[in-house]
Nanobody
């Protein structure tokens, strides 16, 4: 079992930045690939980014490519999502996820085994 806890969400103006963190309870978090998804009201959960076990392989959703950066620190059992140039349409609940599968652009929620509770990100004009 892996427990994931997100933090770092909040209210930010358009064009601003936020950094989300996802802390894992398990020491061997490096055995899992990490992912971020988001879900806006009335919409399906959307893939944001994925990072491989050693932090080298990274994949991004088309809407965030070039603005968001995923990273991880396995010594701290933590995955990060740096969000820059935020837009109104980035407003959503952001979820951290972990998967036992190999890194290969895992964009579907059902490819992930563990989820955090979510953190709200609100971008205002």
């Amino acid at each position: 079992q892996v427990q994931l806890v997100e933090s770092g969400g909040g209210l930010v103006q358009a064009g601003g930045s936020l950094r989300l963190s996802c802390a894992a309870s398990r020491r061997s978090f490096s055995d899992y690939l990490g992912g971020w998804f988001r879900q806006a009201p009335g919409k399906e959960r959307e893939f944001v980014a994925e990072i491989g076990r050693n932090g080298i392989l990274k994949y991004y959703g088309d809407d965030v490519k070039g603005r968001f950066t995923i990273s991880r620190d396995n010594a701290k059992n933590t995955v990060y999502l740096q969000m820059n140039s935020l837009k109104l349409e980035d407003t959503a609940v952001y979820y951290c996820a972990a998967s036992i599968r190999s890194a290969s652009r895992r964009t579907r929620p059902d490819e992930y085994d563990y989820w955090g509770q979510g953190t709200q990100v609100t971008v205002s004009s």
